[in-house]
């Protein structure tokens, strides 16, 4: 059975030889594993049978995304952002964390619509896309797209990122009309961004990730009845251009996020993808039993606890519980909560993929 085979059975309730392996590292463990075991990255997950590889996609060919100050940069929307740089135990993280919000100072929707920099489908070239897919399809690994972390379908986070996080959920109280035009721009970019790369893919993408983040590890960042109005049309939306092209749908989102989980599957949301188990009500038993029918499920090893600082038979015990509650009938595919950071033990991440091969059987 090849990857692909086994990813797409998973997702549909089935069940393949084994569960299927996802692999999601920060580029400081990816580092830090090609340093102490002398191997490439395509090397080290080919070795450990990880059956999904995520393209790179489209290539920025738009405007120069220099910042006006030293030290700054701006990401397609125009947010100024600076490198923060983490000193870990076994090695360095860097993040390009926000600098300015450009619509901090927007008093009316009207100053949102004449922003000047609201990004365009046409500042990518979609043409490496095929290419991309068919490398990987030679292999016969699932081709999944995510995108970079600062360009990842969403609607929230862009938003956050625009206007400030308090004053953005300030307005989805007080200035609805403002939240909603910022909202709306970000949807009308990537509902023709998305086209663009499935019309570019031809059919070849077979797992399409947006990224959300919707969760706090204690609740919800929007209550329920927020997120119905302002991002439940765009989450589904953007869920009906990609399985109207007949790709799956994975959602990542950190947090807390077992209220809105009915919602995701009325969107038609095939994948549910963090299963953060230090999240408040996210215990993955709870959420197979109630949802496990109608959605399927990847990750659930924790990169809080368990990988960094879990001993060998810690790691093991996580996932051969995970294997027998999320594995049970199919709709599972393993992976770790988020990405494995630079302070997790190469130990401790070889430790896991064996544990992923001894365990996933069925």
Same mark, same amino acid.
């Given at each position: 059975m090849t990857s692909r085979e086994r990813v797409l059975l998973a997702i549909n309730?089935?069940? %393949?030889?084994?569960?299927?392996?996802?692999?999601?590292?920060?580029?400081?463990?990816?580092?830090?594993?090609?340093?102490?075991?002398?191997?490439?990255?395509?090397?080290?997950?080919?070795?450990?049978?990880?059956?999904?590889?995520?393209?790179?996609?489209?290539?920025?060919?738009?405007?120069?995304?220099?910042?006006?100050? %030293?030290?700054?940069?701006v990401d397609i929307w125009g947010v100024s952002r600076k490198v923060v740089e983490i000193r870990l135990a076994g090695g360095?993280?860097?993040?390009?964390?926000?600098?300015?919000?450009?619509?901090?100072?927007?008093?009316?929707?009207?100053?949102?619509?004449?922003?000047?920099?609201?990004?365009s489908p046409d500042w990518f070239d979609y043409s490496v896309i095929e290419p991309q897919c068919d490398e990987v399809l030679r292999s016969g690994r699932a081709v999944a797209f995510m995108g970079d972390?600062?360009?990842?379908?969403?609607?929230?986070?862009?938003?956050?990122?625009?206007?400030?996080?308090?004053?953005?959920?300030i307005?989805?109280?007080?200035?609805?009309?403002?939240?909603r035009a910022i909202i709306g721009k970000i949807r009308e970019f990537y509902l023709g961004y998305l086209e663009?790369?499935?019309?570019?893919?031809?059919?070849?993408?077979?797992?399409?990730?947006?990224?959300?983040?919707?969760?706090?590890?204690?609740?919800?960042?929007?209550?329920?009845a927020m997120w119905d109005a302002y991002l439940k049309d765009g989450f589904a939306a953007y869920v009906a251009l990609v399985k109207s092209r007949g790709v799956k749908t994975m959602h990542h989102t950190c947090g807390s996020v077992?209220?809105?989980? %009915?919602?995701?599957?009325?969107?038609?949301?095939?994948?549910?993808?963090?299963?953060?188990?230090?999240a408040r009500g996210m215990s993955i038993g709870?959420?197979?039993?109630?949802?496990?029918?109608q959605l399927a499920f990847q990750g659930g090893v924790s990169i809080q606890r368990t990988m960094p600082f879990?001993?060998?038979?810690?790691?093991?015990?996580?996932?051969?519980?995970?294997?027998?509650?999320?594995g049970a009938g199919g709709g599972y595919i393993f992976g770790t909560a988020h990405n494995i950071q630079a302070d997790t033990p190469v130990e401790s991440v070889q430790t896991l993929m064996q544990a992923y091969c001894e365990f996933g059987r069925y």
């Open positions: 309730h089935e069940i %393949p030889d084994r569960i299927p392996v996802d692999f999601w590292a920060s580029p400081g463990c990816l580092r830090r594993i090609e340093s102490e075991l002398g191997v490439s990255y395509q090397d080290f997950v080919d070795g450990h049978g990880v059956d999904l590889r995520y393209i790179a996609g489209p290539e920025y060919i738009g405007p120069p995304l220099a910042g006006e100050r %030293p030290g700054e940069s360095v993280e860097q993040y390009n964390e926000v600098a300015r919000s450009p619509l901090a100072e927007a008093t009316t929707a009207d100053d949102v619509l004449t922003y000047r920099h609201w990004p972390r600062l360009n990842r379908v969403a609607q929230l986070k862009p938003a956050l990122y625009l206007r400030g996080d308090e004053s953005f959920l307005d989805m109280v007080v200035s609805p009309e403002l939240a663009r790369i499935l019309d570019a893919s031809r059919g070849k993408i077979d797992v399409l990730v947006s990224g959300d983040d919707f969760g706090t590890q204690q609740g919800l960042l929007v209550s329920t077992a209220a809105l989980i %009915p919602r995701l599957i009325e969107c038609g949301l095939d994948v549910l993808q963090s299963l953060q188990p230090e709870g959420l197979k039993s109630a949802f496990g029918s879990g001993a060998r038979e810690e790691i093991r015990a996580e996932v051969k519980n995970l294997a027998e509650v999320a």
